[in-house]
């Protein structure tokens, strides 16, 4: 049939659209169990990047005791009870920005080391959906170039984003449960739209179409990168979802851009 091209199905209402983000992950993970041999050529750079970022939280959580009384020194006088709340708080403050730089930070290198292996997966998928309307030529030293500033600039937004949230995490109550929400609505936008750098870059779009093709569906952008951070703060779950990471966000790229990300029943194309 050759009349117009079915656009992807809208997803209406906020709730359903972010568990349409989480399933985007979900497929991604079945596009890795259908694909092993490539995808586990992703699971390299980010076994790299993860023995860093992993010796550095290890870090922080041995010095997290006098990190804490470190800022708190109004407290040295106070007796045992309110000195150790008020530090425990600090201290899961500090825990609470350290994740989050460590699963932004862990991203970004890891597109940066992997970035031909998780071009070739994103590239990949989006075979199997049809191939990438409107293309372009991308030399692989621009592709690098792109990476390592967008992984830069995902690594700044991180830090000033983390800074009011550590500072957040004081206040009691509040810093114990608005925050690692927050905290998480805030990552996980991050890494959507780092992750869907690949795709983007495919097309000759830029940081800027990134974000605001996004925001235009600002709910399965968040269902998906919040389902992936989620993900990298379990022990080796950012290693093991990480190829799977790059995969969805080929589906979501496709999906805000409006094209298709179904596979027909024959020949692996895409539906109409």
């Given at each position: 049939m050759n009349g117009p091209r079915t656009l992807a199905a809208p997803v209406?209402?906020?709730?359903?659209?972010?568990?349409?983000?989480?399933?985007?992950?979900?497929?991604?993970?079945?596009?890795?169990v259908r694909s092993p041999g490539l995808m586990l050529l992703g699971v390299v750079p980010a076994l790299l990047s993860a023995a860093l970022f992993v010796t550095a939280f290890a870090t922080l959580v041995y010095f997290v005791d006098e990190l804490a009384a470190w800022v708190t020194p109004f407290a040295d006088d106070w007796s045992d009870t309110p000195r150790s709340l008020v530090r425990v708080i600090a201290?899961?403050?500090?825990?609470?920005?350290?994740?989050l730089?460590?699963?932004?930070?862990?991203?970004?290198?890891?597109?940066?080391?992997?970035?031909?292996?998780y071009e070739k997966i994103s590239e990949r998928v989006e075979d199997r959906l049809g191939g990438t309307p409107g293309a372009v030529e991308v030399p692989f030293g621009a592709s690098?170039?792109?990476s390592i500033v967008d992984s830069l600039r995902l690594v700044g937004l991180s830090v000033l984003f983390g800074i009011?949230?550590?500072?957040?995490?004081?206040?009691?109550?509040?810093?114990?449960?608005v925050v690692?929400?927050?905290?998480?609505?805030?990552?996980?936008?991050?890494?959507?739209?780092?992750?869907?750098?690949?795709?983007?870059?495919?097309?000759?779009?830029?940081l800027p179409d990134r974000r605001a093709r996004l925001k235009a569906d600002r709910a399965t952008s968040l269902g998906f990168g919040v389902a992936v951070f989620l993900c990298f703060l379990i022990p080796l779950g950012a290693v093991l979802v990480m190829p799977a990471?790059?995969?969805?966000?080929?589906?979501l790229a496709r999906r805000s851009l409006g094209q298709h990300i179904e596979e027909s029943r024959a020949g692996g194309r895409p539906t109409a």
């Open positions: 209406t209402g906020a709730t359903r659209s972010f568990f349409g983000g989480v399933g985007l992950l979900v497929r991604g993970l079945g596009l890795y201290g899961l403050a500090f825990l609470g920005l350290g994740g730089l460590t699963v932004v930070g862990f991203t970004a290198v890891t597109l940066v080391i992997g970035d031909p292996f690098l170039r792109r009011p949230l550590f500072a957040a995490g004081f206040i009691p109550v509040v810093g114990q449960t690692p929400v927050v905290g998480a609505a805030v990552g996980g936008w991050l890494l959507a739209v780092e992750l869907v750098g690949a795709p983007f870059s495919r097309r000759g779009l830029r990471a790059v995969a969805g966000a080929a589906l």
